[in-house]
């Protein structure tokens, strides 16, 4: 398991590389990455900021592994989200997933990016042409999350 | 007891703090905000009932009801929007 919370890009390939390196028990590895937009609300986005707890952060995303690891047999788990400031574009966040087949990868990247949504804490602020403003979290948000929790 | 206060993101921007400490005589976090509240202005206006934020208590997000640990590190934040 790889988390890491830096201000620095990060390189897709190099770490899926790095996940399947020396081991030959993997069978799948899904990943997504997230960009920065150039259009939010409606109205241009020409930089995002990125803030963050420390400490908490990194104990946030170690829970979301854990869980993703409780309900599904994994083989790696790779987070990582920049922080700082960041142009239309740029990557903000990778989740890469290993797992034997393909189902477990697939399911598990897409928990994990949900719950990242709505339980880590990072908060977006934007540069528009109108100056800057806070991201608001989305309802739409809340509801992806909750769906892994059927009541 | 005494307690670390962060704040985070708007609330910080807002508050103009991100860091205090406090000899709070109050037992649960829902006591906190009530305390927080009464300093009035914007603590009144961002931390009004059906306003939207969180609170952790030594990092982790928990409800209003939970209990302040002496020494507790307590955070307050909007809800978050990483991602």
Redesign the interface.
């Known amino acids: 398991m790889k988390i890491r919370v830096q201000s620095e890009a990060f390189d897709l390939g190099a770490e899926v590389a790095a996940m399947s390196k020396g081991r030959t028990d993997i069978g799948a590895i899904a990943s997504f990455v997230g960009l920065a937009r150039d259009l939010n609300e409606g109205s241009g986005v020409t930089a995002m900021t990125l803030e963050h707890y420390p400490g908490m952060t990194e104990k946030a995303l170690a829970k979301l592994v854990d869980e993703a690891n409780a309900r599904w047999t994994l083989l790696d788990v790779t987070v990582i989200h920049r922080v700082g400031r960041l142009l239309p574009g740029d990557p903000i966040v990778l989740v890469a997933v290993a797992s034997q087949h393909r189902g477990e990868a697939f399911t598990a990247c897409e928990f994990i990016m949900d719950y990242l949504k709505t339980e880590a804490p990072f908060w977006k602020k934007e540069e528009t042409a109108d100056g800057e403003r806070w991201v608001e979290a989305r309802v739409s948000d809340d509801a992806a999350a909750a769906r892994w929790n059927p009541s | 007891m005494k307690l670390r206060i962060?704040y985070?993101?708007?609330l910080r921007e807002c508050f103009g703090v991100a860091e205090e400490t406090l000899d709070f005589a109050g037992a649960t976090a829902a006591d906190l905000v009530v305390h927080l509240q009464a300093r009035g202005g914007v603590w009144a206006e961002e931390l009004a009932a059906g306003r939207?934020f969180r609170v952790?208590v030594n990092?982790?997000?928990v409800a209003l009801d939970t209990a302040l640990p002496d020494h507790a590190e307590v955070?307050l934040?909007?809800?978050?929007?990483?991602?």
Not at chain 2, 77 to 83: L, M, N, Q, S
Request: charged share 10%.
């Open positions: 962060l985070f993101a708007r939207a952790a990092q982790d997000i955070a934040f909007p809800p978050v929007t990483g991602g």
